[in-house]
């Protein structure tokens, strides 16, 4: 019923628009820029935090990273350089320190070795870089990934060593395309190892951090860790080619005059690159990692030569903080819908200035101050919701074209395009008001006059 009583004044209010298309297109500029930065602002806060809980999930949950601190130059471990017992010998990451851990900490459900070598993959004179990884069949729970086909490791396989091996997607596809590679052979380096299974495609974020454990299982090979260390190399055992070699390398450095090795010609101690840790409970997190630290100083000599990283607490506290900066990121998106609104006041307080015998004119023939302000505030929020609707258009093609060129990932909720389209409704409702209002306080004498 209010609709039909004010229906006419509604319909004056939209032929005053479209009589003024240029002044009312540049009125809701402000609105239309603000709902597009309101839109593509949270499809980034999203994005963003999508993408951390993806990687959550790639990490696993309860895990905890060990990895070996860099090593400098002369050998010694970086982190333990000003230690009081920075002289004493430490072998790094080893075997042994995992099986100390599955045998001392009852907190721990799995562990899994993991060492990490550059190789070519070669099938009938094709070849392709790759990751050997040389890991155990838990490694494959703790990171929850699948096989498109075959079979994860036997104990078999990594108590005698075998050479077999599970391949990436990417690898699949290069090697046999659409052929099943399972049972067949690929060489890395000099051993030709058998395929027994296909890992499933993941999805791989580039700000995925490799400290947290995440890495892209596609180009990776991965093979029981036995057998690498009996097939490839292992970096607990010193072999005399290897001292002649280091040997000859810092002669040559004392002769040419430089300072220090290059990267190069660093040396690894560690025979394994990382050890993964699968904790029973969330609460225990903190506990085992200190337990870990503790057992790793005694085993080490006291040398702090390695680094305990818990991905899940690291990755929830980017989260939150990336929740706070989409918060903030809302709010400075918002304050241009404000001053869209204060721009919509400010043109319709000019427009009834503009207006006045059209006000007087239709007061004198019977407009109540109702119908006034009902023109006027129709007016206002019709410009704000066309120019919401524009925006809503433009936030998602802006959205599109931020994941297209910077590649960064955007989710368009419905809840953000709600928010802003609510938003741009309500703007043009209050700040269009007080012209609205004003409009409807002329005296129509004095209106006819001017």
């Known amino acids: ?22 002044k009312s297109i540049l009125t809701a500029l402000g609105i239309i820029f603000g709902v597009a ?5 949270m499809a980034i806060g999203n994005g963003a935090e999508q993408e951390i809980l993806e990687q959550i999930k790639m990490v696993g949950v309860n895990n905890i990273i060990v990895t070996p601190s860099q090593v400098s130059t002369d050998g010694s471990k970086e982190s333990a350089k000003d230690q009081p017992g920075a002289k004493k010998f430490s072998k790094g990451l080893t075997l042994l320190d995992l099986k100390a851990m599955q045998e001392v900490i009852p907190t721990i459900s799995m562990v899994s070795p993991v060492i990490s070598y550059h190789y070519s993959a070669i099938i009938d004179g094709k070849s392709k870089p790759v990751v050997l990884e040389g890991v155990n069949s838990n490694y494959f729970s703790i990171f929850n ?35 099943n590679p399972v049972g067949k052979s690929i060489k890395c380096g000099q051993i030709w190892l058998k395929i027994i299974g296909v890992v499933e495609r993941r999805d791989f974020t580039a700000s995925a951090s490799d400290e947290m454990g995440i890495s892209s299982s596609d180009n990776t090979i991965f093979v029981p860790a036995q057998t690498i260390l009996m097939r490839f190399k292992n970096r ?12 000859a390398r810092r002669r040559m450095i004392i002769v040419t005059g430089q300072n220090e090795l290059t990267q190069a010609d660093d040396k690894n101690p560690n025979q394994l690159d990382k050890i993964i840790l699968q904790v029973k409970e969330t609460e225990q997190l903190g506990v085992t990692a200190n337990i870990v630290k503790r057992l790793l100083l005694r085993r ?28 903030v990121l809302g709010a400075i998106a918002g304050i ?33 101050r109702k119908d006034i302000v009902a023109q006027f ?46 938003v741009s409704a309500l703007v043009g409702i209050m700040f269009g008001y007080m012209p609205a209002k004003r409009a409807a306080e002329k005296d129509p004498v004095e209106s006819l006059r001017a």
Do not use: W
């Open 336 to 368: 241009s819908l404000i001053v869209g609104g204060i721009g919509i006041m400010n043109i319709m307080l000019a427009s009834v200035m503009e207006r006045i015998r059209e006000i007087g004119t239709r007061q004198a023939i019977g407009a109540s």
């Open 1 to 22: 019923m209010i609709f039909k009583k004010y229906f006419h004044d509604i319909v004056i209010g939209f032929e005053a628009i479209i009589a003024n298309k240029l």
């Open 236 to 247: 607990a055992l010193i072999r005399a080619d290897e001292v002649e070699a280091s040997n």
């Open 377 to 422: 505030l129709a007016e206002s929020t019709l410009i704000s919701i066309s120019g919401g609707i524009i925006g809503i258009v433009l936030g998602i093609i802006l959205s599109k074209i931020i994941t297209a060129v910077f590649d960064i990932k955007t989710i368009i909720s419905f809840f953000s395009i709600f928010i802003a389209f609510g």
């Open 37 to 41: 930065a309101v839109i593509s602002m």
């Open 145 to 179: 990934i699948k096989l498109q086909l075959g079979e994860i490791f036997r104990q078999i396989h990594a108590d005698n060593g075998q050479p077999v091996c599970i391949i990436g997607d990417n690898i699949k596809t290069v090697f046999f395309n659409q052929e």
């Open 300 to 327: 080490h000599s006291g040398l702090y030569d390695f680094e305990v990283t818990i991905p899940e607490l690291l990755l929830k506290q980017q989260q939150r903080t990336k929740k706070v900066f989409n918060i």
